[in-house]
């Protein structure tokens, strides 16, 4: 199951809203993860089962979606928003992320 | 709390086995999850490799199945990776990690394939 995700890049400021899309080649119900990385260091989940928000996680990120078509969201972009941020798919037994979207600062 | 941390050599020769642990503290293996293997190629994004059920069953990536092995020693709290006939595109800094998702990830590890 191939994802992709877009933008790949995306340039915003503090303050504004984000949503990135993650597209599944097939259905995959809400088997659907995101994950924030930031330069250097390991990967940090955020989402599961699409929308399900990881404890401790800031409820400005929200996600949502079914099936073939995914979306996360920050509502109001903070500094430390500023990272990489990949979907993952858990729908088989061979998992597969998303290429990543870049989120720098404007 | 539970932490996974990556251990093995940090240059491996062409065609050889690349081999790693993930030593896990704070939760005993043998109690549940999923453990899995994960590599990030300098600049790149994220691929995952394998993962091994705490019951003792493995899932790996098709793309390289022929070349992993994923195991756990229960006695040690640690499961193992290995990666046979690397090349240079196997350069990447591999990381260990819980459960699908992926809740716990240790530090990474560098690993450079070169002669």
């Known amino acids: 199951i191939q994802l992709t995700q877009s933008p790949s890049f995306l340039s915003a400021s503090v303050g504004d809203r984000v949503t990135i899309t993650c597209r599944a080649s097939q259905g995959i119900s809400s088997y659907l993860a995101w994950y924030q990385q930031k330069p250097g260091k390991a990967p940090k989940l955020l989402i599961y089962?699409?929308?399900t928000l990881q404890s401790g996680v800031p409820s400005r990120f929200s996600g949502s979606g079914s099936g073939t078509e995914f979306t996360l969201t920050i509502s109001s972009l903070q500094p430390e928003d500023f990272a990489t941020y990949y979907c993952?798919?858990?729908?088989?037994?061979?998992?597969?992320f998303g290429g990543g979207t870049k989120v720098e600062i404007k | 709390q539970v932490q996974l941390q990556e251990s093995g050599p940090g240059l491996v020769k062409p065609s050889e086995t690349l081999s790693l642990t993930c030593a896990v503290s704070?939760?005993?293996?043998?109690?549940?999850?999923?453990w899995g293997w994960i590599r990030q190629p300098p600049g790149k994004g994220l691929e995952w490799i394998g993962s091994i059920y705490h019951s003792g069953s493995t899932y790996y990536n098709p793309s390289l199945k022929s070349r992993v092995t994923i195991s756990v020693d229960t006695s040690k709290n640690q499961f193992s990776l290995k990666l046979s006939s690397v090349t240079a595109a196997d350069t990447a800094v591999y990381y260990c990690a819980r459960g699908h998702p992926f809740d716990i990830w240790g530090q990474g590890t560098m690993v450079t394939v070169s002669s």
């Open positions: 993952q798919q858990l729908n088989s037994y061979s998992l597969t």
């Open positions: 089962a699409a929308s």
């Open positions: 704070g939760y005993s293996i043998s109690s549940g999850y999923y």
